[in-house]
């Protein structure tokens, strides 16, 4: 309690910081430690008297490079010293000429001074300070601009810095102090020496940075593109500074000097001179822009090979960047002089209009139900409140257990290798490691796998792929553990391997026995026989699931050989077998428990399981609890991504564009083993028909053993791959026969009764339905018009629409699994305990379930709760995926609900006024059972290869709008409406949910996210390494990215007579993510719109995900032109 003197604080006030800490003047700190020294000074004096003394030593600011090396380069600086207190590096002063700037200034002071220094200093002294403010919105994020200083960045000399070219196109200089020798003054032009290496000596410390203002009529202007415009480092970027005089003749301007500065295309930040001077002296005109592109071509040289890749993309971008610029400043010039006006036409000036991009907003429609009723409420999420206030716990949140030791994985630095040894020694003089543990070790099987045990859980022989572990090193730390997994010394044979589906393909390289297929009809006749036949590739890339929890676990060694595993997993059972088997148990002695992931999306329910078992073997083998989390970069290296899948195809049409057969061989990278490919694929091959009917079909599956991780699970399982491989033929065939592409589709769509090509009828088919209320809530045709009114208008911003429609088959393709299980405990307080098998995610499972158990118990939710899924409460259950959770759990505990009530009917009766507890009381003083196990199996449906193998389709179709920068690639999504079917919804607000989340992953899939390997055609990447491997390399959609505007229907009158449990409703979590690929196609209709322009016309291939490279180059112009042609294909890792 406070003290009786405390003043209580005014409930709606701030709390005050204390005066006496805002008056504290900071120390001078010292701290030695073992391996490392922390120094503090706070004068520039003490400074350079410690960097006299330590040259080496590392200075810091706010960290965000010096923790990046010491994390992923495992770099070790023995000495360290924090300038960020050092005063005379704190100061930020404008001048008459300029801004001097302190070197430990962050960077969100630098942009809010210079924001606030525009409104004081005279307009034509604005451009560079809006240049630099406009350049840091898109630097990193908030956190790291709170902290990252300006020194930092300056003196790291990144090639790809955002802020350098733009001091040296500026002419700015920095000043550099060492102790004892007079203060340097080095222009930012000749600062940077080479890669990483600046002109500073080592007992130098860069102190300050003098920023000119722009001179009258100067302009300056920053770029820059990267995957994603929030929180991403650049492909390319770019500081270009053009300064004009009139030339003497009325009305007429030349440039007098220019400066253009490139970051992205070498070692090192640079100029390009030449092209400067290509300028000077010339009008702005097209006569100059083509001198001047002419000359950056020559000396803007990015070499093959060179890292990064992307090499076509970035030479356009240098060229893109220079005609940006020079547009910019004869515009710029025409608003400043009114004499003035610009050479180029006003449909250029869409070259340089910035996008203003709103806050997103949306509306959502759904069925209102009756305020009673339960089901059918859009009721928060069950978890909503912990989460939100970070209180919710995961596997890695769990208190230790006393004696736990930590593990870290060894993992294979090959992609293909013979294990010649592996020397345990040196990890085992790691301080703090207890134990190294390898195959040899393992108490029972060390043959794994999902379906087919193909998979060691540590190598023994062979390691098929970079990643794979070799063993497990335990400590009493963390940092003990990493550090011993490090020290194990293994000794390979590097064996060929095969890094992709091409390879897989011509070395014939096929998981045998596994490739399914689907005949109907005869596809060659019905080929033969076609009017049209176009034949084809299509190619697609994978995704990485990206959960915000990486893989963990808690394994708990107990009494008698007992082990209970605390296991982030959408499939307990899964870990409950893989346990057993790896350590020689018997499954009674093994209990999994799973409170809640922090996502899954598939990535959860097989390989999770290879972590826990790993982890397992030395809790098992010590006696002592063992925990483990991965790290993001070895999660994404050791657990798999969604299969990259490729094509080969003819389709046959008649003359009017119906469908007469299709011919294909679809591939999927399943990576070294099986897990789930095979289903992957058959959900592929059943789902090649988007919302078509196909008289006649053969479609083929192949998996394609590579040597990359194995692939697995991911929302949609295959059916978007293969709607995909549809939807890019249907776009190409309207191309080809000048047919308007929703026309085509509609000539072709599913109706009532339609049988699809594996002979399933289609029931309660809402296609056409969906197809026409979003064309409707959209406003099509009208926003049609606007987008050709727009693109007429604008030279290098486009417009693009699309209409998507998607059909989606629920249940499990094997059989077996369409079954579940629920417990649920009447307590005589009136409240109910439920337990099933299903595995809450975030998706809302257990808020849907409690719904239905609240329902048909007739009580408030608020009387329901789910506590965690464990395999000694629901054993052998299936896992949480495919969609089906909800029907197969809200049903079997409706059917615990069932019986419950079948006892209580009784007491119900009697007690007709009287609350649910009265009621249960009742039931328990007659001794009746106040617990009931549910069980439930789909009815009436086969598996793969049967004529039912889907237990209903979930239906839907979305518009996307996008607008495109032509000449980078850069797009926003500026709305989006989505009519998604999921029968009589049981929670309209997380339905609505998944249906966006589900959007936006689709869009990242097809659009933003990009898996890079080394490959052939990567070979600045080691192979078989993934390069995107974590946050700062792969890029998933941010709120950037979303639409602006966002507009979700759950169609109305909509209900599924298969799931009379449930109250009629739909499955949700993976139907609505095909829609995202809506954005793409929006995206290839504004690329048509730029070619169209550019004189080129009909179909050309783009495959996804459509990012800012292959949108750039699919909108071929003169620009790009040089470097690439108008079929040019991206590498791509697939």
Not at 375 to 388: E, I, S, W
Not at 450 to 458: C, I, Q, R, S, T
Not at 818 to 829: E, K, M, V
Request: aromatic residues 8%; negative net charge.
């Amino acid at each position: 309690p406070p003290p009786p003197s405390a003043t209580p604080a005014a409930p709606a006030a701030e709390p005050i910081f204390p005066a006496e800490l805002r008056r504290r003047r900071p120390q001078e700190l010292s701290i030695p430690g073992p391996q490392a020294a922390w120094f503090r000074p706070t004068t520039l004096d003490r400074l350079l008297e410690l960097k006299k003394e330590y040259p080496h030593a590392k200075l810091v600011i706010g960290n965000t490079e010096v923790g990046i090396e010491l994390k992923f380069k495992h770099a070790a600086y023995p000495v360290l010293i924090g300038v960020t207190h050092v005063a005379e590096m704190n100061e930020l002063t404008p001048g008459e000429k300029g801004v001097t700037v302190g070197a430990s200034v962050t960077l969100t002071r630098l942009m809010e001074s210079f924001a606030a220094l525009r409104a004081s200093v005279a307009p034509h002294q604005r451009p560079v300070l809006a240049a630099v403010v406009e350049q840091l919105r898109y630097f990193a994020g908030p956190p790291i601009r709170n902290t990252a200083g300006l020194g930092g960045n300056v003196a790291t000399a990144s090639p790809i810095s955002d802020l350098n070219p733009l001091w040296m196109a500026a002419g700015a200089t920095f000043f550099l102090r060492g102790r004892g020798t007079p203060e340097r003054a080095v222009s930012a032009r000749d600062f940077f020496l080479g890669y990483r290496t600046v002109d500073m000596q080592p007992h130098e410390v860069l102190v300050k940075i003098f920023v000119p203002y722009t001179a009258e009529h100067e302009y300056i202007k920053e770029f820059k593109q990267a995957h994603r415009r929030d929180d991403d480092i650049a492909i390319v970027n770019a500081g270009i500074r053009i300064r004009m005089a009139p030339s003497g003749e009325e009305g007429a301007w030349v440039v007098a000097d220019a400066s253009l500065a490139f970051g992205g295309v070498a070692a090192k930040s640079i100029m390009a001179p030449r092209a400067a001077a290509a300028l000077v002296g010339q009008p702005l005109d097209p006569a100059a822009v083509q001198r001047a592109l002419a000359a950056v071509r020559e000396e803007v040289v990015i070499a093959p090979s060179a890292p990064g890749g992307m090499v076509e993309f970035r030479q356009s971008l240098v060229s893109s960047f220079l005609f940006k610029a020079i547009v910019h400043a004869a515009h710029a010039l025409a608003e400043d002089v009114e004499a003035y006006a610009s050479a180029f036409p006003p449909s250029y000036a869409s070259a340089i209009t910035p996008y203003s991009r709103p806050p997103s907003y949306g509306l959502q429609y759904h069925s209102a139900v009756p305020e009673e009723d339960v089901v059918g409420q859009p009721y928060r999420h069950m978890a909503a409140d912990l989460q939100v206030c970070g209180e919710a716990q995961y596997t890695d949140d769990i208190p230790p257990p006393p004696g736990t030791l930590h593990a870290a994985l060894v993992p294979s630095t090959q992609a293909h290798a013979r294990l010649l040894g592996v020397d345990k020694g040196p990890a085992l003089l790691v301080p703090g490691v207890v134990g190294v543990f390898t195959a040899e070790d393992v108490p029972g099987g060390n043959d794994i796998g999902a379906v087919a045990h193909d998979e060691e859980l540590f190598a023994t022989e062979i390691v098929p792929c970079v990643g794979h572990p070799i063993g497990v090193v335990v400590a009493e730390t963390e940092a003990a553990a990493r550090a011993g997994a490090r020290a194990v010394a293994v000794r390979y044979e590097p064996l060929p391997a095969l890094l992709d589906i091409d390879d897989a393909i011509a070395a014939g390289s096929f998981i045998e026995g596994w490739g399914h297929s689907v005949h109907s009809g005869d596809c060659a006749l019905a080929l033969e026989a076609s009017d049209v036949v176009l034949e084809g590739w299509v190619k697609m890339g994978g995704q990485e699931h990206f959960y915000l929890e990486p893989n963990a676990s808690l394994v708990i060694p107990g009494e008698g050989g007992e082990v209970t595993s605390f296991s982030s997993s959408q499939c307990p059972d899964k870990h409950h077998r893989y346990l057993a088997h790896v350590l020689g148990l018997p499954m009674h002695k093994v209990t999994v428990r799973t409170k809640r992931l922090g996502g899954g999306f598939g990535g959860k329910e097989t390989r999770s399981a290879f972590v826990n078992a790993a982890a397992a073997v030395p809790a098992h083998l010590l006696r002592r609890p063992v925990r483990i989390c991965l790290d993001r970069d070895e999660d994404m290296h050791i657990t798999g991504q969604r299969h990259a899948f490729a094509a080969k195809y003819r389709i046959g049409l008649s003359s009017a564009g119906e469908i007469r057969a299709l011919d294909v061989d679809i591939y999927n990278n399943a990576g070294y083993s099986l897990d789930l490919s095979f289903s992957i694929m058959d959900r592929a091959l059943t789902h090649i028909d988007s919302v078509y009917r196909i008289p006649a079909i053969r479609a083929q599956g192949w998996l394609c053993k590579t040597n990359q991780s194995t692939h697995t699970a991911f929302r949609g399982f295959g059916g978007p791959q293969g709607m995909l491989i549809m939807e890019q033929i249907m776009e190409r065939v309207a191309k080809e026969m000048d047919i308007p592409l929703n026309t085509l589709r509609e000539r072709n769509m599913y109706n009532e009764g339609d049988v699809t090509h594996f002979g399933q009828r289609l029931e309660g088919c809402q296609a056409r339905r969906c197809w026409e209320e979003v064309h409707t809530l959209s406003g099509w045709a009208a926003r049609e018009a606007d987008v050709a009114a727009f693109n007429a208008a604008n030279r290098f911003r486009k417009r693009g629409l699309s209409l998507l429609p998607t059909k989606f088959g629920i249940s499990f393709t094997t059989k077996f699994m369409n079954q579940a299980g629920a417990l649920i405990h009447c307590y005589t307080d009136g409240t109910v305990l439920v337990t099933h098998g299903g595995v809450e995610m975030g998706q809302g499972l257990h808020t849907k379930v409690a719904q239905v158990v609240a329902h048909a118990l007739q009580i408030p939710l608020a009387q329901v709760y789910i506590a965690e899924t464990a395999t000694d409460k629901i054993p052998n259950a299936s896992p949480t995926a495919a969609s089906a959770s909800s029907d197969l759990y809200g049903a079997a505990a409706a059917d615990a609900c069932a019986q419950l009530n079948a006892r209580l009917e009784p007491y119900r009766a009697k007690l007709q006024d009287k609350s649910f507890k009265d009621i249960v009381n009742a039931a328990y003083l007659d001794r009746v059972d106040l617990s009931a196990h549910g069980f439930y199996s789909t009815p009436d449906i086969g598996g793969f290869g049967s004529e039912k193998p889907y237990n209903y389709f979930c239906y839907g179709a979305a518009v996307a709008e996008v607008e495109v920068d032509t000449l980078t690639g850069d797009f926003h999504v500026l709305r989006a409406d989505v009519v998604m079917d999921v029968g009589k919804s049981l929670n309209p607000a997380i339905d609505i949910g998944q249906v966006e989340g589900a959007f936006v992953q689709g869009m990242g899939w097809s659009c933003i996210e990009e898996l890079v390997w080394g490959d052939k055609k990567h070979p600045w990447v080691k192979p078989g390494w993934l390069f995107t491997r974590g946050p700062g390399t792969y890029k998933i959609p941010s709120v950037n990215d979303i639409p602006v505007d966002f507009r979700v229907m759950l169609l109305r009158n909509s209900h599924c007579h298969r799931t009379p449990q449930v109250h009629s409703s739909k499955a949700v979590g993976e139907p609505p993510f095909y829609l995202g690929a809506s954005v793409f196609f929006a995206l290839k209709n504004a690329a048509y719109a730029a070619r169209q322009d550019a004189g080129l016309e009909g179909w050309f291939r783009l495959d996804s995900p459509a990012t800012p490279e292959r949108i750039r180059m699919a909108c071929c112009d003169e620009l790009s032109g040089p470097f690439a042609g108008p079929d040019f294909q991206a590498l791509a890792s697939c």
